[in-house]
T-cell receptor, first 108, second 111 residues
Framework: KNEVEQSPQNLTAQEGEFITINCSYS?????LHWLQQHPGGGIVSLFM???GKKKHGRLIATINIQEKHSSLHITASHPRDSAVYIC??????????FGTGTRLKVLA | DAGVIQSPRHEVTEMGQEVTLRCKPI?????LFWYRQTMMRGLELLIY????????DSGMPEDRFSAKMPNASFSTLKIQPSEPRDSAVYFC?????????FGSGTRLTVV
């Protein structure tokens, strides 16, 4: 079993839909990142969380430390949100464990 | 700030040739990471530098891979000799505390 599990692996949505991507982890962590990677593109850090909730535009990220679970929500999804979303947990001061990613496609 | 700058963006080389990938981290960041991304294995940490010193190179696949950070503004990842199984996207990232920035990556193809 992977130490970081994401679900779903693939997701197709219609423009405007509310989207949720989940990340569960089995190790103790000091921080969790949500990363976004567009096809053929670089990797962008969307959020860094150690507790609670963060919001940036249409994106919301939450983390429940007790349940070892984080969610990334996208409100009013748009085709430009189509990308791979990766959950990465920091198990120490620098070492990150990466989920396998959720491939999101938003249709116009 | 221009972010983390990697070069080249794409590299195609023949098996057996030496390949050098370059990275300029964000000024002020004290940590630098080299990652490899493949479809099969996702993102793998190759090596981690802190204050220009290699701290963890346990992810470096074998002796064909080497990395240096001669100063705070430059790092290289070298593969010699290259093999087709080294084909991947190589990312450099720099950080200060948990503020993390990736470069755009170098797509390496070894034929």
């Amino acid at each position: 079993k992977n130490e970081v599990e994401q679900s779903p692996q693939n997701l197709t949505a219609q423009e405007g839909e509310f989207i949720t991507i989940n990340c569960s982890y089995s190790v103790g962590i000091s921080a969790l990142h949500w990363l976004q990677q567009h096809p053929g593109g670089g990797i962008v850090s969307l959020f860094m969380l150690s507790s609670g909730k963060k919001k940036h535009g249409r994106l919301i990220a939450t983390i429940n430390i007790q349940e070892k679970h984080s969610s990334l929500h996208i409100t009013a999804s748009h085709p430009r949100d189509s990308a791979v979303y990766i959950c990465a947990v920091a198990s120490g001061t620098y070492k990150y464990i990466f989920g396998t990613g959720t491939r999101l496609k938003v249709l116009a | 700030d221009a972010g983390v700058i990697q070069s080249p963006r794409h590299e195609v080389t023949e098996m057996g040739q030496e390949v050098t990938l370059r990275c300029k981290p964000i000024s002020g960041h004290n940590s630098l990471f080299w990652y490899r991304q493949t479809m099969m294995r996702g993102l793998e940490l190759l090596i981690y530098f802190n204050n220009n010193v290699p701290i963890d190179d346990s992810g470096m696949p074998e002796d064909r891979f080497s990395a240096k950070m001669p100063n705070a503004s430059f790092s290289t990842l070298k593969i010699q000799p290259s093999e087709p199984r080294d084909s991947a996207v190589y990312f450099c990232a720099s950080s200060l505390s948990y503020s993390y920035t990736f470069g755009s990556g170098t797509r390496l193809t070894v034929v």
